[in-house]
């Protein structure tokens, strides 16, 4: 069974920079899509961006300038840090595995099958 | 970025009720289209992978279809536990969106 766990502070304060880590247990980080995600408080689902095993990334654009993620795949791990936080950053943020299908033998980097339970993070003076 | 439009946003309904959503895509995203529920307090649930795929493990009172820009997702007869928000999602094009859910309760 893969299980994923976020890990870092519940509050920031407005320009600071977020670290969070995913630590995986049950699987390989050499293989699949991971991703973080957020969600606000009472909306909606927001990629954030996702590192593949091979270290290769993409970002959404409204956050790029802003987000590095990285991979540890001997800690079995992956991170994400988001700059300059504003109260808009406030979230639930969730690390994710992008699913493997096995009917064609792709890794797809959306289809989230495995998530964390979410770490919230509130962006506050 | 590709827009991702669930309708509806809300829906009452009873068990045993069998209960459509469609999400619509801004531009063709063939079948890169994934469905997922999510409970109160709880990450989302994979129930349905590339349009129709159902995920193993996952009820078949559960199905999806559609290609292109119109999609559907269908619940044939509503179980007590079905009673959550559901998600669309594109991978076709990055960033990847969701769409922006629909809440299933009660009647």
């Known amino acids: 069974q893969v299980l994923l766990q976020e890990s870092g502070p519940g509050l920031v304060k407005p320009s600071e920079t977020l670290s969070l880590t995913c630590t995986v247990s049950?699987?390989?980080?050499?293989?699949?899509?991971w991703s973080w995600i957020r969600q606000p408080p009472g909306k909606g689902l927001e990629w954030i961006g996702y590192?593949?095993?091979?270290?290769?990334?993409n970002y959404s654009p409204s956050l790029k300038s802003r987000v590095t993620i990285s991979i540890d795949t001997s800690k079995k791990q992956f991170s994400l840090n988001l700059s300059s936080m504003t109260a808009a950053d406030t979230a639930l943020y969730y690390c994710a595995r992008g699913y493997y299908d096995s009917l064609t033998g792709y890794y797809l980097s959306g289809a989230f099958d495995s998530w964390g339970q979410g770490t919230r993070v509130t962006v506050s003076s | 970025d590709i827009q991702m439009t669930q309708s509806p946003s809300s829906l009452s309904a009873s068990v045993g009720d069998r209960v459509t959503i469609t999400c619509q895509a801004s531009?063709?995203?063939?079948?890169?289209l994934n469905w997922y529920q999510q409970k109160p307090g709880k990450a989302p649930k994979l129930l349905i992978y590339?349009?129709?795929n159902l995920k193993a493990g996952v009820p078949s009172r559960f199905s999806g279809s559609g290609s292109g820009t119109d999609f559907t997702f269908t619940i044939s007869s509503l179980q007590p536990e079905d009673f959550a928000t559901y998600y669309c999602e594109q991978y076709d094009s990055l960033p990847i969106t969701f769409g922006q859910g629909t809440r299933l309760d009660i009647k």
């Open positions: 531009q063709d995203i063939s079948n890169t």
């Open positions: 590339d349009a129709s």
């Open positions: 590192i593949h095993y091979s270290g290769g990334t």
């Open positions: 049950g699987a390989s980080l050499n293989t699949h899509y």
